[in-house]
């Protein structure tokens, strides 16, 4: 088979999904459209920075074009459309209704809502909603209480999945039929632990527990983690290195005083870490790492860390995703790992899931995982069954992408108008990387990088795919920081935050997808041509 056959197999799902489905090489994309082209696409199109600066901005003249956005983040038009059909006909006006993935989520944001916040235009009476199996909460409607709840939704991963508002606005009349795609036909949760459970060594498949989203799967293992280790008198968590925004999120919302969040910017300074536990190791209940982080693909040492870690009682709570655990194995050295499957295990991009799996060595690990497990939210069924047709793909998925990776990064470091690039086998962690690789050539899909010169000028002219997400079939560009964190990238005392945390505002994160590496590299280098 030639390099050109693999493209074409690797892109077309090995003849379950055709080509067609997804987009020509590089074709321009217009403004918020989806990526892939399906109603289910977890990316969408920001083609120029102007978009960008648009989008976070809010300008009716950028979000107009939004047809769909990251699910965490957009609220997917399906689930809009259910919204306004039950606030139309449930007799909610002037109210805003949210559609929730269960009651239990719904709860426990009727009970956010009615805490005392800083604005006491924040505080609400929020109700539960309730019809046809789907549960939501209404609110009056103020733009201080919507954000305050769409941010515990998108921290939480409690949005209503977009395949069950679908199923249930067809059923309602609304829309005339589901989008076509195909499903695993038989047991979906047995199949997706089956691809799952070997990659966690000493586990059982029962261990393998499936989230919405990997958002969800971090909130619910944390609170769990929080929750049983406070009851120590253990209430100190430790971010190490420069995590994902709603991760961060999540550690400032559930500090229960200001010096219970620590941050420590370098992943690899072990003795600054050493040093917090000598002062307070009897007060720390536990850290929360990436391996690799995002965006900046640094990997400590996580057999040194977890050797400190549990020597003091603490706990390590590891999310592997940006290589995912196809790719590296981080289970020894954590309590409890968390993963997005929604990158990598569902690399068509057309549907959210996250994955906890507890380390059967830890602690009470089996009240633990129970724990856990009753606060996850589940998956819906379509998705879940989605999610089976396509996992077992990934190994297959992950090698062509995996080949592809280090000739873009060499590439990318010869050249002379790059200034600096990271990934998985970049010179400042490799060695700690290649102690949890599954294999030499196991380096995940993405690469970070900034440039000598403007980033508008190489961004608006370069014909990738540009939008949110990795780990996809599809090559996948953006400006992260400006997505993840634009009042940080756009105000001078964020900008110095992120250089406290070596990270560079214009910093671009290349998500390696399945088209030929050539094709790839030519496109770069027609956008850096000055």
Same mark, same amino acid.
């Given at each position: 088979?030639? /390099?050109?056959?693999?493209?074409? #197999?690797?892109?077309?799902?090995?003849?379950?999904?055709?080509? &067609?489905?997804?987009?020509?090489?590089?074709?321009?994309?217009?403004?918020?459209?989806?990526?892939?082209?399906?109603?289910?696409?977890?990316?969408?199109?920001?083609?120029?920075?102007?978009?960008?600066?648009?989008?976070?901005?809010? &300008?009716?003249?950028?979000?107009?074009?939004? %047809?769909?956005?990251?699910?965490?983040?957009?609220?997917?038009?399906? *689930?809009?459309?259910?919204?306004?059909?039950?606030?139309?006909?449930?007799?909610?006006?002037?109210q805003f209704l949210w559609l929730t993935s269960s009651a239990?989520?719904?709860?426990?944001?009727?009970?956010?809502?009615?805490?005392?916040?800083?604005?006491?235009?924040?505080?609400?009476?929020? %109700?539960?909603?309730?019809? #046809?199996?789907?549960?939501?909460?209404?609110?009056?409607?103020?733009?201080? *209480?919507?954000?305050?709840?769409?941010?515990?939704l998108q921290n939480s991963g409690g949005f209503l999945s977009s395949r069950a508002a679908e199923d249930r606005l067809v059923q309602l009349g609304l829309v005339a039929a589901v989008h076509p795609e195909t499903y695993y036909p038989d047991n979906a949760l047995t199949e997706v632990r089956h691809h799952l459970q070997p990659l966690f060594a000493g586990t059982v498949v029962e261990d393998i527990l499936p989230a919405t989203c990997g958002m969800n799967a971090l909130y619910a293992a944390f609170r769990t983690l929080a929750e049983r280790q406070s009851a120590q008198g253990r209430t100190v968590w430790v971010q190490l290195g420069w995590l994902y925004l709603d991760t961060i999120a999540l550690l400032k919302r559930f500090a229960l005083a200001p010096d219970d969040y620590v941050h420590l910017p370098d992943v690899f300074d072990l003795p600054a870490l050493e040093q917090l536990f000598s002062a307070q190791g009897n007060r720390i209940a536990g850290l929360i790492?990436?391996?690799?982080?995002?965006?900046?693909?640094?990997?400590?040492?996580?057999?040194?860390?977890?050797?400190?870690? /549990?020597?003091?009682?603490? *706990?390590?709570l590891i999310d592997c995703s940006v290589s995912s655990p196809f790719s590296v194995d981080v289970l020894p050295h954590a309590d409890v790992v968390t993963v997005s499957l929604t990158k990598y295990a569902a690399s068509e991009g057309d549907l959210m899931a996250g994955l906890v799996v507890v380390n059967p060595n830890t602690p009470q690990a089996a009240k633990v995982r129970q724990a856990i497990a009753a606060r996850l939210e589940p998956v819906y069924p379509r998705d879940l069954a989605r999610l089976a047709h396509e996992i077992g793909r990934t190994p297959e998925v992950l090698r062509f992408i995996e080949t592809s990776v280090p000739l873009i990064a060499a590439w990318l470091e010869a050249h002379p108008a790059v200034k600096r690039v990271a990934w998985a086998h970049h010179q400042a962690s490799r060695d700690n990387y290649e102690k949890i690789a599954r294999s030499p050539e196991s380096v995940g899909c993405m690469i970070s990088f900034s440039l000598h010169q403007p980033i508008a000028e190489f961004y608006d002219r370069l014909q990738l795919p540009k939008g949110p997400s990795f780990g996809m079939k599809t090559t996948l560009i953006c400006p992260f920081i400006y997505l993840a964190h634009y009042e940080l990238a756009t105000t001078e005392t964020g900008r110095a935050e992120l250089a406290a945390s070596g990270l560079d505002p214009d910093l671009l994160r290349l998500s390696v997808g399945c088209e030929p590496v050539s094709d790839i590299i030519d496109a770069l280098d027609a956008a850096l041509a000055r």
């Amino acid at each position: 088979m030639t /390099r050109n056959d693999e493209t074409r #197999d690797c892109l077309a799902g090995g003849g379950s999904e055709t080509l &067609d489905t997804h987009m020509p090489a590089f074709a321009p994309i217009p403004l918020g459209q989806p990526i892939p082209p399906t109603p289910h696409a977890v990316s969408c199109s920001l083609p120029t920075m102007a978009a960008v600066h648009g989008y976070e901005q809010r &300008d009716p003249a950028i979000v107009r074009h939004m %047809t769909s956005g990251y699910p965490r983040f957009v609220v997917h038009p399906f *689930v809009q459309q259910l919204s306004e059909h039950y606030r139309a006909t449930a007799g909610l006006a002037g109210q805003f209704l949210w559609l929730t993935s269960s009651a239990r989520i719904a709860r426990e944001l009727i009970d956010l809502l009615a805490q005392p916040a800083t604005n006491p235009n924040e505080v609400a009476t929020a %109700t539960a909603f309730a019809a #046809d199996g789907i549960h939501g909460v209404a609110h009056p409607d103020s733009p201080e *209480v919507r954000a305050r709840a769409k941010r515990f939704l998108q921290n939480s991963g409690g949005f209503l999945s977009s395949r069950a508002a679908e199923d249930r606005l067809v059923q309602l009349g609304l829309v005339a039929a589901v989008h076509p795609e195909t499903y695993y036909p038989d047991n979906a949760l047995t199949e997706v632990r089956h691809h799952l459970q070997p990659l966690f060594a000493g586990t059982v498949v029962e261990d393998i527990l499936p989230a919405t989203c990997g958002m969800n799967a971090l909130y619910a293992a944390f609170r769990t983690l929080a929750e049983r280790q406070s009851a120590q008198g253990r209430t100190v968590w430790v971010q190490l290195g420069w995590l994902y925004l709603d991760t961060i999120a999540l550690l400032k919302r559930f500090a229960l005083a200001p010096d219970d969040y620590v941050h420590l910017p370098d992943v690899f300074d072990l003795p600054a870490l050493e040093q917090l536990f000598s002062a307070q190791g009897n007060r720390i209940a536990g850290l929360i790492i990436e391996a690799p982080t995002n965006p900046l693909i640094q990997t400590p040492d996580l057999a040194a860390i977890a050797g400190l870690t /549990r020597s003091h009682g603490a *706990v390590t709570l590891i999310d592997c995703s940006v290589s995912s655990p196809f790719s590296v194995d981080v289970l020894p050295h954590a309590d409890v790992v968390t993963v997005s499957l929604t990158k990598y295990a569902a690399s068509e991009g057309d549907l959210m899931a996250g994955l906890v799996v507890v380390n059967p060595n830890t602690p009470q690990a089996a009240k633990v995982r129970q724990a856990i497990a009753a606060r996850l939210e589940p998956v819906y069924p379509r998705d879940l069954a989605r999610l089976a047709h396509e996992i077992g793909r990934t190994p297959e998925v992950l090698r062509f992408i995996e080949t592809s990776v280090p000739l873009i990064a060499a590439w990318l470091e010869a050249h002379p108008a790059v200034k600096r690039v990271a990934w998985a086998h970049h010179q400042a962690s490799r060695d700690n990387y290649e102690k949890i690789a599954r294999s030499p050539e196991s380096v995940g899909c993405m690469i970070s990088f900034s440039l000598h010169q403007p980033i508008a000028e190489f961004y608006d002219r370069l014909q990738l795919p540009k939008g949110p997400s990795f780990g996809m079939k599809t090559t996948l560009i953006c400006p992260f920081i400006y997505l993840a964190h634009y009042e940080l990238a756009t105000t001078e005392t964020g900008r110095a935050e992120l250089a406290a945390s070596g990270l560079d505002p214009d910093l671009l994160r290349l998500s390696v997808g399945c088209e030929p590496v050539s094709d790839i590299i030519d496109a770069l280098d027609a956008a850096l041509a000055r």
